[in-house]
């Protein structure tokens, strides 16, 4: 068990990594800045998308307690275990952005979290539904 939640969660970490490198490239060649804006611009995608993954990854490892039978029989905890670091981190960050200045180019830095999330919950799912059918 402890080998798939693991496997989950890497495949979660690269999916997501992904997903948003192609978001920000998208709205990169969108954006169509100037040579040196552009240049900053994609420095502070790239190093946002590392270490919001990174963080991401970090907040989610106590994921690997559910490799205990008694953890992942309790729906309730299992739910704490799984969604309770990135769903913090995520909701830390919106607090952040609402309160800043820059709003609309803040909510950029959403896009790693809400891909992490979106995939986690996608193998959340499939989780629960392959130890129902054991």
Known sequence: MRKLLLKNLLLTLLFSFLSAGFIFSMY????????EAGQVLFIILIIAE????????LSALPVLALAKP?????KSTRIVYYFG????????????IATSD??????????P????LSI???????????QQEV
Do not use: D
């Open 70 to 74: 008694v953890n992942f029989a309790n």
């Open 102 to 111: 820059g709003f609309s180019e803040m909510l950029l830095m959403m896009v």
């Open 113 to 116: 979290h809400v891909t992490f």
């Open 50 to 57: 590392i270490f919001g993954h990174l963080l991401l990854f």
């Open 85 to 96: 670091g990135p769903a913090a981190l995520t909701i830390l960050l919106i607090l952040l």
């Open 28 to 35: 990169y060649s969108a954006s169509e800045p100037g040579f």
């Open 120 to 130: 986690h919950t996608t193998f959340y799912y499939r989780l629960v539904k392959a």
